[in-house]
Nanobody, 123 residues
């Protein structure tokens, strides 16, 4: 089992930056690829970003490419999501997830999930 705890959410203005963290505990964090997803009210959970266990492969949703950066520190058992140039449409609950992932954009391929952290953007 892996326990994931997100932090760093909050209320931001359009154009602001925010950094999310996801701390892992339990089984070996470095064994797993990690992803960030988000879910806005009334919408399905959507893929945001993905990073392999080694960090050698990274993927982003088109909607955040060039604005968000995913990274990880295996020594600290933590994955990060740096969000720049935030827009009101980035408002959502952000979840980190981990697993031995084959389809990085599919939430069903992740075994472990955090409880989520709210990011609210305003114009």
């Amino acid at each position: 089992q892996v326990q994931l705890v997100e932090s760093g959410g909050g209320l931001v203005q359009a154009g602001d930056s925010l950094s999310l963290s996801c701390a892992a505990s339990g089984r070996t964090f470095s064994d797993y690829s990690m992803g960030w997803f988000r879910q806005a009210p009334g919408k399905e959970r959507e893929f945001v970003a993905f990073i392999t266990w080694s960090g050698d492969s990274i993927r982003y949703a088109d909607s955040v490419k060039g604005r968000f950066t995913i990274s990880r520190d295996n020594a600290k058992n933590t994955v990060y999501l740096q969000m720049n140039s935030l827009k009101p449409e980035d408002t959502a609950v952000y979840y980190c997830a981990g697993g031995r992932v084959y389809m990085y954009y599919n939430p069903n391929h992740y075994d472990y999930w955090g409880q989520g952290t709210q990011v609210t953007g305003s114009s």
